[in-house]
């Protein structure tokens, strides 16, 4: 069966440190891979998809970044982290023409 | 273009009673569609999808759909409301490349004891 990780659970930075999150795939091949954020009290933003190795689709201008370095590993990464970056952070995974399998999620806070 | 829009941000009953979560969509071609709840710091579990087979979907926990295309709605319900059903539930449509689905800003369901 598929699983989905999403490392770590939590975390606390600082304005202008970076960021690291990584999500993998177990048990499936050339997934398609999303990261989403969802702000306190709104609805999903979908930020990065990729339907491959080092095919990376932004979906808003921001100051974070994805990259895809294997078949079924996602990361997502800033350089300087803002105050407006804090939020739940989810990955996703489809074979396509499907439904979306999300991860347990990253809980991100900014301070 | 896809869009979707709940019509409720919140939504409060009481235990026992009927669930109806409401979910407009905007779509230039036949949608998928999908509902999925959220507990709280926890990642999304789909409910139920519409993938042009029966208007009429059944779901996990009880709950259930319409596709209802001259309406261009696809409400949740449940008969009867349980406390575990106390969630944030998002409408989605998928976007007909497979690639992209477009969440809708969430439903928060309150269940009163």
């Known amino acids: 069966s598929q699983t989905i990780h999403q490392w770590p659970a939590t975390l606390v930075q600082p304005v202008g440190s970076p960021l690291s999150l990584e999500c993998t795939v177990e048990g499936t091949s050339n997934p398609n891979l999303y990261w989403y954020r969802q702000a306190a009290g709104r609805g999903l933003q979908l930020l990065f998809y990729?339907?491959?190795?080092?095919?990376i689709s932004s979906e808003v201008p921001q100051n974070l970044s994805a990259s895809r370095p294997q078949d079924r590993q996602f990361i997502l990464s800033s350089k300087k982290l803002l105050l407006s970056d804090s939020g739940f952070y989810l990955c996703?995974?489809?074979?396509?023409?499907?439904?979306?399998?999300f991860g347990p999620g990253t809980r991100l806070t900014v301070t | 273009a896809q869009s979707v829009t709940q019509l409720d941000s919140h939504v409060s009953v009481s235990e026992g009673t009927p669930v109806l979560l409401r979910c407009n969509y905007s779509s230039s071609y036949s949608p998928s569609l999908f509902w999925y709840v959220q507990h709280p710091n926890k990642g999304l579990q789909l409910l139920l999808k519409y993938t042009s087979a029966a208007t009429l979907v059944k779901g996990i926990n009880g709950f259930e759909a319409e596709f209802k295309k001259s309406e261009t709605s696809f409400h949740l319900t449940k008969p009867s409301a349980h406390m575990s059903d106390a969630a944030e539930y998002f409408c989605v449509v998928m976007a007909n490349t497979g690639n992209q689905f477009y969440f809708g800003t969430g439903t928060s369901l309150t269940v009163i004891p």
């Open positions: 996703a995974w489809d074979r396509g023409l499907s439904q979306q399998y």
């Open positions: 990729s339907v491959g190795i080092g095919q």
